[in-house]
């Protein structure tokens, strides 16, 4: 039995939700809904969707803070469904790493297409993505990560950070990118916070976390991670 597709439908307007779920449904995909931006993370992490339908006029945060967050860990294909149609605002959700955007009001037989072709481009570029780095190798699909062949836990704080900073290997992330990307803009400027995580994460992968290998201060910018050897 072929498994259904599932969408995870990420909006607050009921009626929209009602529309898309019945539309979709209704042509064997399988859907479950969010009403905020908060919620759809979650259920993005625990329950792995094909293909993500994202409002950016979401309650909680906006939709471009979900998505940035949601690209620190997945590549799983994001359309952007939305009222905004400037032409800018279409393109920063897009250089953000939505798959695709389209505009509201739209008909199911466009959505179903968008969400096909976003599903075959997944499917030809989705091969394993890893970062290796001497004795260090993270799965970001499968979320998992591993130093000297043993799995490591991190908390979910701890796992956004370095792999966002695995995903910029090699490159200096200031404070303040890194403390928008997981805490969003309205987060206080204090980097405590992040002081505090990053002293943990090393606790966890840095054999001395005095002299660390794979995760680096830039004193009074930011971090560096040791360049991924798998590219």
Known sequence: MKTKIHV??????????S???????????????????KEGLSLAA????????????????????????????????????????????????????????????FGTSELMARIRTSLRHSHINS?????????????????LIFLRGEEIH??????QLLTLLAEY????LTYGFIMNAIWGPYMDSNNQILRVNMANIRRKIE??????????TEIGIGYRMLENENI
């Open 8 to 17: 995870l439908l990420v909006e607050d307007d009921k009626s929209i939700c």
């Open 19 to 37: 529309f898309i779920t019945t539309s979709l449904s209704g042509n064997g995909y399988r859907i479950t809904s969010a009403l905020t931006g």
């Open 46 to 105: 625990s329950l792995c969707p094909d293909v993500i339908l994202l409002d950016l006029g979401l309650p909680d945060m906006d939709g471009c803070q979900v998505l940035m967050q949601l690209r620190t860990w997945s590549r799983m294909p994001v359309i952007v469904i939305s009222a905004r149609t400037k032409e800018q605002e279409k393109v920063h959700a897009l250089d953000l790493g939505a798959d695709d955007y389209i505009t509201k009001p």
């Open 127 to 143: 091969p394993e993505r890893i970062y290796k780095a001497l004795d260090l190798e993270i799965n970001f699909e499968k979320r």
């Open 154 to 159: 991190l908390t979910q704080i701890e796992y």
């Open 169 to 172: 290997s090699g490159k200096v």
């Open 207 to 216: 054999e001395n976390p005095a002299q660390p290998q794979y995760v680096f």
